[in-house]
């Protein structure tokens, strides 16, 4: 991808204004597939390419209308309708129109190839919500939201995409904005008219509050991001401990050998489901033990690792046999592990108030688990509320709560300094100040045509 322009504001805007076209849908076969042609061209491009009873560009915004795709000899390339907005009502705030044809990639190719020749050139990833972005339709949350939308495989991820594209997010953030502009407000007062004496109440009731609602925010990133990103989640236990057993009872077939051999499971192997609204890759591990089998010892080492780099780890034991201790320290992570009791069908050789039973065969207990796995990856973070759902955002946050935990402590004219540097934080959260590199990361994990 060819580098961002070196600066926002006018510079980039002019950079910007050239005309872009992209196949927007998919590649591959489909019902329709659609051009997007956005930019001062746009129309004439349409012009060159659309025939039908009227001109795009003596069609008004807002309307659309159904003719014929042609080359540039005027063969026919397909039929097709060709929607026009004019700006700034259109995604970009430019002027867009769309080709939409036959879902066919010989089709698209052709319309595509058809609109560079008439003067458009390539969009770049992301560069139809850059422009959004650019025009100020979008912040930039709400522009992640959009790649997250697109991106998303699960139906949590799809509702959190969804709340951040409505703007949830940003109304968020700037109610925490709000409050500590009250805040400085009122430390600025107290720094101008120190004799008029300003309530302390009005400077540390604000400060309290953007603490509170920052930490809860945050505390909503590690949910967004396992929303978004998915979760692994390690089956860990000495051989016969049922692991594979879970796994297949889990995923709904028999993904994984399950024999009454102790070691039955070797190399490790992942099923994907969706657990809580959560994309969750299911790892089964070789029962733990000591081993003088080369490649069992192996996966034992395997196993070790993956609990480590696990997102969380079920940690399985044997109720129906004499209880044995997990060959695996648990206790530096205690948050990252759930406790299972398993084969409850079976007659208890023990029982531990601890672990959460369940039963592979008859089903039992796996409601139960499925709500502590939501628990333990998502929280408390209400459904309702908009989460940080990128790193980026979280960073930013993370900051702005520094500097308000800061100003809490100092002196007026430091923390109004400090305060200062938070609302700044704020800005880079939702895109208002934000350096250019950053924008261009963004944007960089788009695909082309969004
Ligand atoms: N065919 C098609 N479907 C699509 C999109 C698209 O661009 N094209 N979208 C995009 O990816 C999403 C819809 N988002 C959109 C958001 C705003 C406008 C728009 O033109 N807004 C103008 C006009 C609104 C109006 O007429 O009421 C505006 O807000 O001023 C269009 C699409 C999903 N579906
Ligand atoms: N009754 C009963 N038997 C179970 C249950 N879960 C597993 N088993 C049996 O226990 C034995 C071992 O099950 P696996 O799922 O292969 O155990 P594992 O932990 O994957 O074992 P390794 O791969 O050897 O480490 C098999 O005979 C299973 O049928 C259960 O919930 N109830
Ligand atoms: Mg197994």
Known sequence: MAPFPATLGPVTRSGLSDTIAAIATAPGSAGVGIVRVSGPQALEVADGIFRGRRAPSTTRGGRFLFGELVADDGEV???GLCLVFRGPRSYTGEDVVELQSHGSPAVLTRVLAR???LGARPARPGEFTLRAYLAGRLDLAQAEAVLGLVEAQTDGARRQASLGLSGALGARVARVAGGLVRALAAIQAMLDYPEEGVPDEDRAGPLLQAQAELEALLASARAGQVSTRGARLALIGRPNAGKSSLLNALVGFERSIVTPTPGTTR??????????????TLVDTAGL???LDEIEAAGVRQARALAEAADLVLALEDGSAAREELPLDLSGTPARVIRLRTKTDLPAAWTDTALLDVSAVTGAGLPALRDAVRVALLGDAARGEAWLTTERQA??????LEHVLAARTLPD??????LEEALRALAELTGQDVQEDVVDAVFRNFCVGK
């Open 413 to 418: 004219e430091l923390a109004s300094y400090e």
């Open 289 to 291: 033990r000591e081993t």
């Open 267 to 280: 190399d490790y192997l992942e099923a994907g489901l969706e657990l809580a609204g959560v994309p969750v």
């Open 395 to 400: 960073d930013a946050a993370r900051r702005a």
């Open 115 to 117: 609109a560079l020749e």
């Open 77 to 79: 390339l397909d039929e």
